[in-house]
């Protein structure tokens, strides 16, 4: 029988949930119990013992102290190799995908493009396509190990997820409008969930100066907290206390000057009907139709300031 590349490591972490599951139940302790004392949600437990979720380090020693266990989930744990579910993520976002199925809060900040958790399956290939050399299966296989990461957040009872977005992220136009719109919906839909806030950053309206990188602050189960910032040449984590509270204040200013819910839910729409004629717009001729080009770009100049759009890497 061929096995498939990745049915080792899955067979792996199901034995390590079964291991867990067996120490759990010789304490008598049932999963939403275990759950409360390593302070995650009851489903994050099932997932474990059923392999469908790798924990981390820190979660694994703190299950094994309470388990009362020998090391032994410590040390089948770190005999897995969690990282092939990751294969499709590039090398230096594949830390923070792990982060992903862990955290219980996410507080990001992003420019130009829609952040990957708040991406439809469209937009991502989409992005995907502006890869050199990426052929349609790897598209296809990078967009759906993108939305993989969704999931917990999309459950009942999934991680608060407040994401704060650039109005250039709704502006800027990736793939065709029929894709720009069907993810603009999404924006609005995902943003109605109880966990999850959508928040936007419109032109013209910060008081301080804006990040130079997209950032992320991240809290893990045990209490631990990393910023992450993504640039065009590399990806950082620090936990270091002062460089967190740097990147919070950041964060806290932007998010006094951004949008409420509602006003950001208002201007997606708005976004979204722009795109709605777009399709139906027709190439003018002549003077009189330079003159109508010319004061429509100065009342979007008008409205929000120049709109440049650098090119970044698709992310993950």
């Not at 302790?29 to 013992?49: D, N, P, Y």
Request: charged share 25%; glycine share 8%.
């Amino acid at each position: 029988m061929v096995k498939r590349r990745d049915e080792g490591a899955e067979t792996a972490g199901g034995a390590f949930g079964e291991l867990m599951k067996i120490k759990r139940e010789g304490l008598d302790m049932t999963q939403g119990e275990l759950a409360q004392l390593l302070h995650v949600e009851r489903s994050f437990v099932t997932k474990i013992e059923a392999g469908e979720r790798f924990p981390s380090a820190e979660l694994v020693d703190e299950s094994d102290r309470i388990l009362a266990g020998r090391g032994e989930l410590i040390k089948l744990h770190r005999r897995i190799n969690w990282e092939a579910r990751l294969q499709f993520f590039p090398d230096w976002f594949k830390r923070r995908a792990m982060m992903d199925e862990q955290l219980i809060e996410l507080y990001e900040y992003q420019t130009q493009l829609i952040p990957g958790l708040l991406q439809t399956k469209a937009y991502a290939q989409a992005l995907f396509r502006r890869v050199p050399d990426l052929d349609a299966g790897s598209i296809e296989a990078s967009a759906a190990a993108r939305l993989g990461r969704q999931l917990r957040f999309l459950e009942p009872g999934g991680p608060l997820y407040v994401a704060l977005l650039d109005e250039s992220c709704i502006r800027h136009l990736v793939g065709t409008p029929a894709d720009m719109r069907g993810q603009l919906d999404h924006l609005l839909v995902v943003g109605a969930m109880p966990n999850i806030c959508i928040q936007i950053v419109p032109f013209g309206c910060s008081n301080i100066e804006t990040p130079k990188a997209d950032m992320s602050l991240i809290t893990l189960p045990t209490g631990r907290r990393w910023s992450y910032s993504e640039t065009l040449s590399n990806a950082e984590f620090s936990s270091n206390v002062k460089v967190m509270a740097g990147y919070q204040r950041i964060y806290d200013l932007l998010r006094a000057d951004a949008l409420s819910a509602t006003e950001s839910a208002a201007l997606i729409r708005e976004a979204r009907e722009g795109l709605s004629h777009h399709d139906q717009q027709r190439p003018l001729v002549g003077p009189l139709a330079q003159e109508q080009l010319q004061r429509q770009r100065r009342r979007q100049l008008h409205r929000g300031g120049p709109r440049i759009h650098h090119w970044r890497r698709p992310g993950a």
